[in-house]
C-alpha cells in the first residue's frame, strides 16, 4: 500500500508486535505468521541485521514470502492425516471388538470352544517341553434343565453368568477358563497336578452351592460336578485328556452328582 512504501519500518511493524520483537542486532531471526484471515495471508518472515561495524547494526534485510498456498495445503495434509489416525483406531477397535466376539462366550464372558481349541495344544507343547503337568477339569451343572423348566431361561442364563463370574474370580491369569456349551465349562490349569486341581474344583464347586442368584426366587442353586484329567498321565493329546476328563465327569454323575471325580488308568 502506498502508505507504506517508504514509512518508517518501526512504525510499520510496530501493528505486529510478534514481528517487532524479533528485530535482534546480533543474530538472525524467522517465523511463520498469518496476518490476516479474509482474506487469509500467512506468510514466511526472515529477518537478518546488516552490519556497518563489528558492533554496529545499520539496518536490517527484510524478506517476506506469501506461503498462504503452502500453509493451506500443510492444514488440508494434518486434516487428512488425522482422519486417517481416527480411522486406523477404529479399525483396530473394531478388530478387538471382532476378536473379542470370536474367542468370548456372550453370555458368560469365557473363553469358548474355538479358544480352548487353539490354545490347549500350545499349552500341551510347552508342557511337553518343559516336562510340568496340565491339568484339565471339566464341570456341569447338574439337573440344569430343572432351573430352565422351573424359573425359565433367563434365570438359567443368569445362572450360568454367575458361573462364568466365579471362574473369572478363582482362576489364575495363566488359566484358561471356557464355556463349552450348554452348561458345560472346561478348564485348563498349567503347571498343575491333578491333586492341586482336584482342590481348586473342590472350591468352585462349594462356592457355586453358595451364589446368591435372585432370578432362583429363593431356591438354592443347583449343584455342579467335576472331572479331572492329568497331562501326560491320563493323554498327551487335546482328544485324549478331554475324553479322559469326560469319563471322570461321567463317574462324579454317576456316584450321586455334587462331586469330584479325577481320572484313573492312563491312555497315551
Known sequence: PSGVIGADAGRVLSTWP???????????????????????????????PLRKGFHVTAGFLIVVRDITQRYLAAISLQDANERLQAQVREIERLRDELHEQATHDALTGLFNRWHLDDMLPRILDRARMDGTSVAVTMFDIDHFKQVNDLHGHSAGDALLARLGQLFTERTRPEDIACRCGGEEFILVLPQ?????????????????????????????????????????????????????????????????????????????
Open 18 to 48: 510478534q514481528i517487532a520483537d524479533r528485530f535482534h542486532t546480533d543474530r538472525e531471526s524467522h517465523l511463520e505468521l498469518t496476518l490476516s484471515q479474509n482474506p487469509l495471508l500467512h506468510i514466511d518472515l526472515r529477518i537478518a
Open 192 to 268: 498343575t497336578v491333578g491333586r492341586v486341581a482336584a482342590q481348586r474344583a473342590e472350591e468352585l464347586r462349594q462356592a457355586f452351592r453358595n451364589l446368591d442368584v435372585p432370578e432362583l426366587n429363593g431356591d438354592r442353586p443347583p449343584t455342579l460336578s467335576a472331572g479331572i484329567a492329568e497331562f501326560p498321565q491320563h493323554g498327551d493329546s487335546q482328544d485324549a485328556l478331554i475324553h479322559a476328563a469326560d469319563k471322570a465327569l461321567y463317574l462324579a454323575k454317576e456316584s450321586g452328582r455334587d462331586a469330584v471325580r479325577r481320572a484313573v488308568g492312563g491312555s497315551k
